[in-house]
């Protein structure tokens, strides 16, 4: 299941938690079409590997000190962190089978 990351829960919820799993970050808008087409592939994502990582969306709109604090420019904007930092940043689609080799380099 995809977790809801926002400005409030951001530093618990993402850069804690990578202390202990790496965590999929989304940057996504409600308006923008490639998100809407990267959102099914997360969320098939985030189930196939809940066990190994946390996977979740961040809303750009309502969460944009998180967004600027990472220089999000494009989105979808997918980051991953791992101990508290930013390991890997993809920008633009991503395969299913991308995400997950990339997420297993830091399990």
């Not at 790496?22 to 808008?29: E, R, S």
């Not at 989105?75 to 997950?100: C, H, R, Y």
Request: proline letters at 5%; charged letters at 25%.
């Amino acid at each position: 299941m995809t977790k809801d990351f926002n400005d409030a829960n951001f530093q618990v919820e993402v850069i804690d938690a990578s202390k202990e799993k790496p965590v999929l970050v989304d940057f996504f808008a409600p308006w923008c079409g490639p998100c809407k087409m990267q959102a099914p592939v997360i969320d098939e994502v985030a189930e196939l590997i809940n066990d190994i990582a946390i996977v979740g969306k961040c809303d750009t709109e309502t969460s944009s000190k998180s967004a600027g604090q990472y220089g999000i420019m494009s989105i979808p904007a997918l980051l991953i962190f791992k101990d508290g930092e930013v390991k890997e940043t993809m920008v633009g689609m991503q395969s299913k089978e991308n995400l997950i080799e990339i997420l297993k380099k830091y399990v």
